[in-house]
Nanobody, 126 residues
Framework: QLQLVESGGGSVQPGGSLRLSCAAS????????IGWFRQAPGKEREGVSC????????YYADSVKGRFTISRDNAKNTVSLQMNSLTPEDTAVYYC???????????????????WGPGTQVTVNS
């Protein structure tokens, strides 16, 4: 069973940056399409970004396009989410998730992902 763990969350002022990482043990993350999702208090979970297995093609939600960058570090077996120009609206618990290895399509529908990390809190305030 693939197990994912997020790290890198914290508190930052508006305009600041954070880098989240998603790690797995015992499995090669490049064999999986990975998505980042977030859930703010009282709101539904929303897709932020995803990166396709094997070729690294990425996709972003309009709300983060130009500010967030998803990437893989295959040597470290991690998927990172670099978040710049953060605003209070980015405050949420951030989750990484993996699709079943047979699925390559990169999309932001959380129902299509079946392995989830426990999440990491990101708070943006002054």
């Amino acid at each position: 069973q693939l197990q994912l763990v997020e790290s890198g969350g914290g508190s930052v002022q508006p305009g600041g940056s954070l880098r989240l990482s998603c790690a797995a043990s015992g499995f090669t993350l490049d064999d999986y399409t990975i998505g980042w999702f977030r859930q703010a208090p009282g709101k539904e979970r929303e897709g932020v970004s995803c990166i396709r297995k094997n070729d690294g093609r990425a996709y972003y939600a309009d709300s983060v396009k130009g500010r967030f960058t998803i990437s893989r570090d295959n040597a470290k077996n991690t998927v990172s989410l670099q978040m710049n120009s953060l605003t209070p609206e980015d405050t949420a618990v951030y989750y990484c998730a993996a699709k079943a290895p047979v699925f390559r399509l990169c999309d932001l529908a959380d129902r299509n992902y079946n392995n989830w990390g426990p999440g990491t809190q990101v708070t943006v305030n002054s």
